[in-house]
T-cell receptor, first 118, second 111 residues
Framework: GAVVSQHPSRVICKSGTSVKIECRSL??????MFWYRQFPKQSLMLMAT?????????EQGVEKDKFLINHASLTLSTLTVTSAHPEDSSFYIC??????????????FGPGTRLTVL | GQQLNQSPQSMFIQEGEDVSMNCTSS?????WLWYKQDPGEGPVLLIA?????ELTSNGRLTAQFGITRKDSFLNISASIPSDVGIYFC???????????FGEGTQLTVNP
């Protein structure tokens, strides 16, 4: 299957700082990337969808000014959590999907980033 | 919005037993995907289904896309300890790119 990487895998930061998480598709071109958030023992919650070169589409209730998403190339998307607070602590997972190469709708996930805000 | 019910929520089985879990939706899907997630990791794609009635296997795993396009099941045969994890179903509607995820099935396999 297609490979997606995320960096960093874990990050601990102080309240009020900003954190950037990178998501890369290693062996395919991700025309669409998705960012999810997952709380312990819960399912994945979609935060936003981004297409390369376009502004991200945010789900209802997700603050676009707090969670900045950039999808500058077909292999890289970044999520920046701005002015992080303890309630932003969570497991953030990205996924990539391609418009060609494999059937539409199939998403391949990164390994996730554990964010802890002190 | 669409709802996707996954059951059971958790299962405790003995090694060697077969396992079955399923998902039903309130909407028609054109894609069903089954993922497995280990603790602290991202979901890994197990099986992808794209046609109603489709039955697909991946080793000891078999999944089917329901005829009504509103349900799917995943079977695991002869379970082993490394099957432990959370299994998620996910569906994609006929339009749009987003997936809707089930709540997950936590599988525990006792040696």
């Amino acid at each position: 299957g297609a490979v997606v990487s995320q960096h960093p895998s874990r990050v601990i930061c102080k309240s009020g700082t900003s954190v950037k998480i990178e998501c890369r598709s290693l062996d395919f071109q991700a025309t669409t990337m998705f960012w999810y958030r997952q709380f312990p023992k819960q399912s994945l919650m979609l935060m936003a969808t981004s297409n390369e070169g376009s502004k991200a589409t945010y789900e209802q209730g997700v603050e676009k000014d707090k969670f900045l998403i950039n999808h500058a190339s077909l292999t890289l998307s970044t999520l920046t959590v701005t002015s992080a607070h303890p309630e932003d602590s969570s497991f953030y997972i990205c996924s990539g999907a391609s418009s060609g190469g494999f059937p539409q709708g199939t998403q391949y996930f990164g390994p996730g980033t554990r964010l802890t805000v002190l | 919005g669409q709802q996707l019910n996954q059951s059971p929520q958790s299962m405790f089985i003995q090694e060697g037993e077969d396992v079955s879990m399923n998902c039903t939706s309130s909407s028609i899907f054109n894609t069903w995907l089954w993922y497995k997630q280990d603790p602290g990791e991202g979901p890994v794609l197990l099986i992808a289904l794209y046609k109603a009635g489709e039955l697909t296997s991946n080793g000891r795993l078999t999944a089917q896309f329901g005829i009504t396009r509103k349900d799917s099941f995943l079977n695991i045969s002869a379970s082993i300890p490394s099957d432990v994890g959370i299994y998620f179903c996910a569906g994609r509607e006929t339009s749009g790119s987003r997936l809707t995820f089930g709540e997950g099935t936590q599988l525990t396999v006792n040696p």
